[in-house]
């Protein structure tokens, strides 16, 4: 992984534990807030998402300092700063944080020729518990190889094996199906909302 430098002298920046607001040790992985000159006041006309967002405080701490949340996940290391996704992409099983980019490159080594960068995983709620979802993209040398619902199998194993994880359902797409980012990364929130509406691209099978 690597790291995104050094915070300014300026800018104070904290990981701290999302659901309890309590700072993290260094090397854990939490949500990334900072306090400085470089922060915003707050939203336009939207009080309360400014008050949530922007004026964060650690639990536990006394003082004035607030922190704006930036929904990044990361973790300090030696005083610098490296970024590990989005609070929004972590999926949490019986207490535990899995993060997509781990689930990912455990589905994209499930099967020869299945390529970096072309696996989504993300939760979707079906009202009664959190379901994990993971979307890949594959050929047609693949398919005639393994077959669609070979891929799922072999994308289910690796999944558990990797993160000692299952997955609720595995969607198998055409390769280019993903929606990406003009930098080339998977768009794991437009992928969730192309699922949750049944349009998650051409299936393959």
Not at 26 to 31: K, L, N, Q, S
Not at 77 to 100: C, M, Q, S
Not at 111 to 133: C, Q, W, Y
Request: proline residues 5%.
């Amino acid at each position: 992984m690597v790291g995104s430098g050094f915070p300014s002298s300026t800018t104070r920046v904290r990981v701290v534990d999302p659901a309890t607001a309590t700072p993290c040790e260094p090397g854990r992985v939490g949500e990334i807030w900072i306090d400085g000159p470089c922060v915003a006041l707050g939203y336009r006309e939207r009080p309360r998402a400014t008050e949530e967002t922007f004026r964060a405080r650690i639990a536990g701490e006394r003082g004035t300092t607030t922190y704006l949340r930036t929904g990044d996940l990361g973790f300090l290391h030696e005083g610098e700063l490296f970024v590990a996704g989005r609070v929004k992409d972590v999926t949490i099983r019986n207490g535990r944080n899995f993060y997509p980019q781990d689930i990912e490159l455990s589905a994209e080594s499930s099967v020869p020729g299945l390529r970096p960068n072309r696996a989504a995983a993300f939760s979707v709620d079906d009202g009664e518990r959190e379901r994990l979802i993971v979307v890949v993209e594959t050929d047609g040398r693949v398919l005639r190889r393994a077959g669609a619902e070979g891929v799922r199998e072999a994308v289910r194993a690796a999944v558990h094996d990797g993160q000692r994880l299952l997955t609720d359902e595995v969607v198998v797409v055409r390769r280019g199906a993903l929606p990406r980012t003009t930098s080339g990364k998977v768009r794991r929130q437009t992928c969730r909302k192309l699922y949750a509406e049944g349009e998650p691209g051409a299936l393959a099978d």
